[in-house]
């Protein structure tokens, strides 16, 4: 009887438990596990109001150039560009940046990545207008082509707009 009643009880609870997906990166360069981690300040899925703060939280197994580009809506933009980083954690915008990153419209998902270099870039990534899920993903992986597959990572994350 116990056990019954143990039983139903973890069965009513596990059905009201929600299942967030995550957003696909479909990226070729991926995975090279040199960002360990990547999110927001307050948590991967995390709901800020327009006008509210953000930082991201990077950390990685190597020093390297970070770059970090986000696509909210169909509004892609580039938020750091080619920023050298130490082995470990790195929150942005970081102190010396003299700026704050504040959320706008549109409200909703707001995805941002992390492209991470050993060697620094020869080139810049500058994201600006439309762009839909094909674009985004194909300029990402434009920009990562030159540089070995164990010298690269891509790391994704997102948050809410509300």
Known sequence: MRTALLLGTLALGLSACSVTVRPNLGLQGSGSNLITSFR????????????ESVRFVVNTRTAGYVTLIALQGSEASTIVRNVYVPAGTTVFPRAQDGVTY????????????????????TSDLVLRGTYDEGRWNATSS?????????????????????
């Open 40 to 51: 927001p300040d307050r948590g991967e899925g995390s709901t800020y109001a327009v006008g």
């Open 102 to 121: 504040n959320v706008s419209t549109p409200r909703g998902l707001q995805r941002v990545r992390a492209i991470f270099t050993r060697v620094r870039p």
């Open 142 to 162: 434009a920009y990562l082509q030159p540089y070995a597959v164990e010298d690269r990572d891509v790391q994704e994350t997102y948050l809410y707009i509300r």
